[in-house]
């Protein structure tokens, strides 16, 4: 089964409005990190949050990552018609060969 | 710097057939992962390799395999097509073991008929 389950599974908003997405995670991790999809395209590196890290910024991006809680919100804030795409959550396991375990992703669609 | 390429990006086989996908990382890139992308499955983990060695292998059927050459380039071979195989291939390379930032090719497109 996937390490990560995002939440929901598709999102549609507004432009300008912000998007928040969740991921959910069973075992314990060595960090976790957000990719976005262009339809049929390969994944692109959004951010990696590492597990003694709480939260994390990069330009729009804010991740967030409870461990307690095994779960991670990304939320992207003034959203653009660009950011219309597949976004996943991928978690690394600890451990020195850990291989990157990604959810089924969440399918978000930004209305001009 | 150049991306991580994959070759072909787009192919056409016969159920039975075998097929050899290519991926070249990013220069310097010393770890190279495959992971199989159908609507159904999501994001399946194939192998990892990683100096010429596999490091992880995910649960797929031991038709799958895959090899790492001294320069990084990587292939993996499908043998015996079922149309079950039909997906998107991804690969993605990191300058060391897989956990760390993953990046990706465009992927190759194989549609089994």
């Known amino acids: 089964s996937q390490q990560g389950e995002e939440d929901p599974q598709a999102l549609s908003i507004q432009e300008g409005e912000n998007a928040t997405m969740n991921c959910s995670y069973k075992?314990?991790?060595?960090?976790l990190q957000w990719y976005r999809q262009n339809s049929g395209r390969g994944l692109v590196h959004l951010i990696l949050i590492r597990s003694n890290e709480r939260e994390k910024h990069s330009g729009r991006l804010r991740v967030t990552l409870d461990t307690s809680k095994k779960s991670s919100s990304l939320l992207i804030t003034a959203s653009r018609a660009a950011d219309t795409a597949s976004y996943f959550c991928?978690?690394?396991?600890?451990?020195?060969?850990?291989?990157?375990?990604f959810g089924k992703g969440i399918t978000l669609s930004v209305r001009p | 710097k150049a991306g991580v390429t994959q070759t072909p990006r787009y192919l056409i086989k016969t159920r039975g057939q075998q097929v050899t996908l290519s991926c070249s990382p990013i220069?310097?890139?010393?770890?190279v992962s495959w992971y199989q992308q159908t609507p159904g499955q999501g994001l399946q983990f194939l192998f990892e390799?990683?100096?010429?060695?596999?490091?992880n292998k995910g649960n797929f059927p031991g038709r799958f395999s895959g090899r790492q050459f001294s320069n990084s380039r990587s292939e993996m071979n499908v043998s015996t097509l079922e149309l079950g195989d039909s997906a998107l291939y991804l690969c993605?390379?990191?300058?060391?073991?897989?956990?760390?930032?993953?990046?990706f090719g465009q992927g190759t497109r194989l549609t089994v008929v």
């Open positions: 390799y990683f100096s010429e060695t596999q490091r």
């Open positions: 220069s310097g890139h010393r770890s």
């Open positions: 991928a978690t690394a396991l600890t451990g020195a060969n850990s291989k990157l375990t």
């Open positions: 993605a390379s990191s300058p060391n073991l897989a956990g760390r930032e993953a990046f």
């Open positions: 075992t314990s991790i060595n960090n």
